[in-house]
């Protein structure tokens, strides 16, 4: 019994795949004259042939996370003065506006306060020591003492930590006008790099956290991609991506394992040659895939995404013809805005239409 529903099972497997297969539809000749196209507004584009390998992605061009900082407002207050601008470079310590806030000055004094009284702690701990060693003093009194000067340095050292950490320098010999007021500092950069982000607030009010700056070293850039999990099956670490249009190179160095809600896969690459590649931008690249998907005798090819168009439910072109034009159907393996990566029996030096694509399925149909 279990047999023979393996064996229903089996036909009705074949019977299925049998129909899907018949679906694709066979190719279509359709006469038509050079008049008849120039009239239709059809032109033409030839398909490029190219690696199994490749895959075409859209990719963001990024700068490592270690490679940028973000600085906000410390405190409440406003921009007294921008030192730089975008695009402008700075190095670890170098202001870059100064910024006045009441808030920054009660902490410079509650600072000053921590250190007289870890100062006079350490003063009084050092004197009860040698009232101990005297014998005039019992331990208890000492250990009090002890006591007081740890937690007087605790709070020094919170006060110095708070300041650090709002990243503001009170002190530059270049400028010594702008701290005339106590409550006046200089935000410093981090680190090295470039101005990429300003927003210029001078005299208004802002709130903790407001953006102000953006730093990045660009001497380094990353590609993000997102792509779909099918894309990302033959895509390894170490898979070569090339951006024509700019004239650079990128390594992959990793594929998550996991795809997103959207069904997406995330995959970053270091870029090795730069090119013309700006931070920010957002490119077209083509993944030279080293574990190259098996074709069913279909050399893969390149054509306009414009080229592309639905017939009978499957993907197909117009292929330029002695007498006319093919609708030809195609698989499509990737694509994007721009181009597209298509399996097809096409010959070398095909031209596949990418302009008056409606009209041709127009005069398809009436030979239906």
Not at 103 to 118: I, W, Y
Not at 139 to 168: C, D, F, P, V, Y
Not at 185 to 210: C, F, M, W, Y
């Amino acid at each position: 019994m279990f047999r023979s529903h393996i064996v229903r099972l089996s036909l009705f497997s074949l019977i299925l795949s049998g129909s899907l297969q018949a679906q694709e539809f066979a190719p279509k000749s359709l006469k038509l004259t050079a008049n008849q196209q120039a009239a239709m507004g059809v032109n033409f584009a030839q398909a490029i042939s190219v690696d199994s390998g490749s895959v075409l992605i859209s990719a963001s061009v990024t700068v490592p996370p270690e490679k940028q900082a973000i600085l906000s407002a410390p405190y409440p207050g406003q921009l007294s003065q921008m030192v730089v601008g975008v695009g402008d470079p700075v190095k670890v310590g170098s202001p870059l506006a100064y910024f006045t806030s009441p808030q920054m000055g009660d902490s410079r004094q509650k600072l000053l306060e921590a250190t007289s009284d870890a100062r006079l702690a350490k003063e009084a701990l050092i004197r009860d020591n040698e009232l101990f060693k005297e014998g005039i003093i019992p331990q208890s009194r000492l250990n009090i003492t002890k006591a007081k000067a740890e937690n007087a340095n605790a709070m020094l050292m919170a006060r110095q930590s708070e300041l650090k950490a709002a990243g503001i320098n009170f002190d530059d010999p270049k400028n010594k006008e702008a701290f005339k007021s106590y409550a006046t500092g200089a935000l410093k950069s981090p680190i090295q790099g470039t101005v990429v982000e300003a927003h210029n607030l001078i005299g208004q009010r802002v709130d903790t956290g407001t953006l102000l700056f953006r730093i990045a070293d660009i001497s380094t850039l990353n590609l993000e991609i997102n792509t779909s999990g099918f894309k990302a099956l033959g895509i390894q670490p170490g898979d070569e991506i090339v951006i024509a249009s700019r004239n650079a190179k990128a390594k992959v160095t990793g594929v998550s394992q996991a795809v997103s809600a959207s069904q997406s896969a995330r995959i970053r690459a270091v870029v090795e040659e730069r090119g013309t590649l700006q931070m920010g931008e957002v490119v077209t690249a083509t993944i030279q895939a080293r574990l190259k998907p098996k074709v069913q005798d279909k050399t893969l090819w390149q054509v306009p995404s414009r080229a592309l168009t639905s017939w009978k439910g499957q993907s197909a072109i117009f292929i330029l013809s002695g007498t006319g034009v093919v609708l030809q159907p195609v698989s499509v393996i990737s694509s994007d805005d721009d181009l597209a990566s298509i399996q097809a029996p096409l010959s070398s030096g095909a031209k596949v239409a990418v302009t008056g694509i409606a009209s041709l399925k127009a005069l398809a149909q009436k030979d239906e």
